[in-house]
């Protein structure tokens, strides 16, 4: 995990910015912040229970605005894998524009934005797709290094960027076209998840060649369909465990697994537990 801090670059406005990637599914308890996360989604995807608050996922491409206060975790204290990235904005502290170009008046529009955006799942679009990958690059390559005065001035730069362009892109409109392919690509695979599915079922019923269809579904999802096939099925074989009798056999069978071996193999991926070790958890 790399992570440049607000104070040491000279940056109010910020908290924290960095990468809070994991490969493999790792537990993430009950916290909260003192500022607004956003929390950006490059691939794969992660689910976040809150305080009186409905759960949310939030997959590859998106971000979320969680506010200051709010206490949440991974759904089930779990984080499956995903490549994410985390700023923590404090519009509201003691001299939050000093070494930017924001006014007084740009502070307090950002602080309107994201508190009536937060807990709404958004795709980042290609403009803050951009600044943000920028930004993890300096990060992940100058975190675990002695900053430079300059460095400083481009790291403090690229955060300012990425919080504009999330609040402005929050301001504006989502892609409906987009948007309603991938919602009828994930709402097809979400149905059919128990059955011997293929992807070729997938391509055909939404009418693009198969490129085309990697192409969309990656854009909106961060991930590929089989990917997110694989997900929903993990997230089917949670439930069953939790609130059935059935046994690993045939709750791998139920989720649409070929065989309790592969079953135990992917769900230890994207909880770090096996099926077993699971259920007896949740008791």
């Known amino acids: 995990?790399?992570?440049?801090?607000?104070?040491?670059?000279?940056?109010?406005?910020?908290?924290?910015?960095?990468?809070?990637?994991?490969?493999?599914?790792?537990?993430?308890?009950?916290?909260?912040?003192?500022?607004?996360?956003?929390?950006?989604?490059?691939?794969?995807?992660?689910?976040?229970?809150?305080?009186?608050?409905?759960?949310?996922?939030?997959?590859?491409?998106?971000f979320l605005v969680i506010p200051p206060g709010l206490r949440h975790r991974g759904l089930d204290n779990i984080r499956t894998p995903a490549t994410l990235f985390g700023i923590t904005c404090k519009p509201q502290a003691d001299h939050a524009a000093q070494l930017t170009s924001l006014t007084p008046a740009d502070l307090v529009e950002i602080q309107r934005v994201l508190k009536e955006a937060a807990l709404i799942v958004r795709s980042c679009g290609r403009e803050l797709h951009l600044s943000l990958m920028r930004l993890s690059q300096?990060?992940?390559?100058?975190?675990?290094?002695?900053?430079?005065?300059?460095?400083?001035?481009?790291?403090r730069a690229a955060i300012c960027t990425v919080i504009i362009d999330a609040v402005v892109h929050l301001g504006s409109a989502p892609e409906p076209d987009v948007n309603a392919i991938v919602a009828a690509a994930t709402a097809y695979i979400e149905l059919r998840s128990a059955e011997p599915l293929q992807i070729s079922d997938l391509v055909r019923h939404l009418g693009f060649s198969r490129a085309r269809v990697f192409e969309l579904f990656r854009a909106g999802t961060g991930?590929?369909?089989?990917?997110?096939?694989?997900?929903?099925?993990?997230?089917?074989?949670?439930?069953?465990?939790?609130?059935?009798?059935?046994?690993?056999?045939?709750?791998?069978?139920?989720?649409?697994f070929s065989s309790s071996q592969y079953f135990s193999q992917v769900f230890k991926k994207y909880t770090g537990m096996t099926p077993s070790r699971y259920r007896a958890g949740q008791k």
Request: charged share 25%.
């Open 223 to 256: 991930m590929t369909p089989n990917d997110y096939l694989q997900r929903c099925r993990v997230r089917k074989a949670r439930k069953l465990l939790i609130h059935s009798a059935l046994s690993v056999t045939e709750v791998a069978l139920d989720a649409g």
């Open 138 to 155: 300096l990060v992940n390559r100058h975190a675990e290094q002695r900053l430079t005065t300059l460095i400083k001035a481009k790291l």
């Open 1 to 62: 995990m790399k992570i440049i801090l607000g104070h040491d670059i000279g940056l109010n406005l910020a908290g924290r910015a960095g990468d809070a990637s994991t490969r493999q599914a790792k537990p993430i308890s009950w916290h909260a912040h003192d500022a607004f996360e956003l929390l950006f989604v490059f691939d794969g995807e992660v689910s976040y229970e809150f305080k009186n608050h409905p759960s949310l996922h939030i997959p590859g491409g998106s």
